[in-house]
T-cell receptor, first 114, second 114 residues
Framework: AQSVTQPDIHITVSEGASLELRCNYS??????LFWYVQSPGQGLQLLLK??????LVQGIKGFEAEFKRSQSSFNLRKPSVHWSDAAEYFC????????????FGSGTQLTVLP | GAVVSQHPSRVICKSGTSVKIECRSL??????MFWYRQFPKQSLMLMAT?????????EQGVEKDKFLINHASLTLSTLTVTSAHPEDSSFYIC??????????FGPGTRLTVL
């Protein structure tokens, strides 16, 4: 069965600092990987996804993620965090087959200090 | 593009009543929609996969007679919580699978059962 681990429950960074959110997955085949962001009162917004090809993926809002098969990781990065980035971040892995069900990690809450 | 709406955004009901939640893909057709439940400060747990024109597939532990899912068209899926009880209070989120096997999420429905 597939699984996703986000080791950091809560991360605090200062505005303008760099950010890295960790994600490790367990999946038997080539994974479909996603990062979503959830702001209070809003739905999940897709930041970026990896299906195949270039292992460094660019997303919206200046985010990027790197797929490392040898480490089973898909960490999310941003070089300079903005106060508006404060939110809950979820990493997810998609199953194979027509359903493409998602399994989510437990999430990382990001706090941005002024 | 790829907008998913949910209605209502909040609902409060008395114990024993039924509540219907609608999920619509506004600008694309979705043969597959998903229903999730999210507890406070926790991740999303997949409840069921809904396919247009066929019966939903429920995850283990989810009571199909309590959580009725109907996916009657390519843009609408409904979740009915029957005979709701306080323990059914939660945040319910739907998603619709769009292009490139990507799920797009609705803003969620906060259900409170008194």
């Amino acid at each position: 069965a597939q699984s996703v681990t986000q080791p950091d429950i809560h991360i605090t960074v200062s505005e303008g600092a760099s950010l890295e959110l960790r994600c490790n997955y367990s999946y038997g085949a080539t994974p479909y990987l996603f990062w979503y962001v959830q702001s209070p009162g809003q739905g999940l917004q897709l930041l970026l996804k990896y299906f195949s090809g270039d292992t460094l993926v660019q997303g919206i809002k200046g985010f990027e993620a790197e797929f490392k098969r040898s480490q089973s990781s898909f960490n999310l990065r941003k070089p300079s965090v903005h106060w508006s980035d404060a939110a809950e971040y979820f990493c997810a892995v998609g199953s194979s087959g027509s359903a493409r069900q998602l399994t989510f990690g437990s999430g990382t809450q990001l706090t941005v200090l002024p | 593009g790829a907008v998913v709406s949910q209605h209502p955004s909040r609902v409060i009901c008395k114990s024993g009543t039924s509540v219907k939640i609608e999920c619509r893909s506004l600008d694309f057709q979705a043969t597959t929609m998903f229903w999730y439940r999210q507890f406070p400060k926790q991740s999303l747990m997949l409840m069921a996969t809904s396919n247009e024109g066929s019966k939903a597939t429920y995850e283990q532990g989810v009571e199909k007679d309590k959580f009725l899912i109907n996916h009657a068209s390519l843009t609408l899926s409904t979740l009915t919580v029957t005979s709701a009880h306080p323990e059914d209070s939660s945040f319910y989120i739907c998603s619709a699978r769009g292009q490139a096997d990507t799920q797009y999420f609705g803003p969620g429905t906060r259900l409170t059962v008194l």
